[in-house]
């Protein structure tokens, strides 16, 4: 059987290099794994606890239960300001209710920041890790996929039936890639 990872974009923008890193990321996992990106981000409201009762809005219900039904997870993210963008800290907040019965509790992430910056990212990087933690998440370590100067080590192409995918050009981002989804594979496992 495989595992199924739900991969999950701090970003909403459509070219985002968060988005186009995880959509790169299935054919680089290793055998038996899984990826699939979550796409309701954006519909998920601001985290209001008043909402947050026996049934839930629908885009809270769809992003807990695939957070629930995945068998790990794998988080890209932009850093804005320093830290993480507030879509995904009010995606993380919501995930992580009712306190009990998280979907997040135990489940195995891997963490990933691309920034078309120099060297900038890991501020992210280090605040998305202690609020998954915080949620009692187990966040596989691994050498950090700390994505910068991001343009230049992904490139977008066209297969045969017109589909445009992302591949990491980029040797090194290939590796780091490749040892964190086997690192979350044994985690799992
Ligand atoms: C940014 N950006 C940014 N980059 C960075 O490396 N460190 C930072 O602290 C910030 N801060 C920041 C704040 C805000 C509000 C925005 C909109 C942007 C730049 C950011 O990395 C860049 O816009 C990325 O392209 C965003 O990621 P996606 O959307 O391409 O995935």
Not at 63 to 85: H, W
Not at 105 to 112: E, N, Y
Not at 145 to 150: D, F, G, K, P, R
Request: proline share 7%; charged share 25%.
């Amino acid at each position: 059987f495989s595992l199924r990872i739900l991969a999950i974009s701090g970003s909403l923008r459509q070219d985002s290099f968060n988005t186009r890193l995880l959509r790169a990321l299935p054919p680089l996992a290793p055998e038996g794994m899984e990826i699939e990106l979550f796409d309701g981000l954006g519909e998920v409201p601001l985290y209001d606890q008043d909402l947050d009762v026996a049934d839930p809005p629908k885009p809270v219900h769809r992003l807990r239960t695939a957070i629930a039904e995945a068998d790990g997870l794998i988080i890209a993210s932009p850093e804005y300001n320093g830290s993480i963008p507030g879509v995904l800290k009010n995606a993380i907040d919501w995930a992580s209710r009712p306190m009990v019965r998280s979907a997040l509790l135990a489940k195995c992430v891997v963490t990933m920041v691309a920034t078309p910056g120099v060297g900038l990212g890991r501020n992210a990087l280090s605040d998305l890790g202690r609020v998954l933690h915080d949620c009692h998440a187990f966040v596989v370590s691994g050498p950090w996929v700390h994505l910068s100067e991001a343009p230049a080590k992904m490139e977008d192409v066209q297969d045969e039936d017109g589909e445009v995918t992302t591949v990491l050009t980029d040797p090194r981002t290939r590796r780091l890639v490749d040892i964190q989804l086997t690192s979350l594979q044994q985690a799992i496992k």
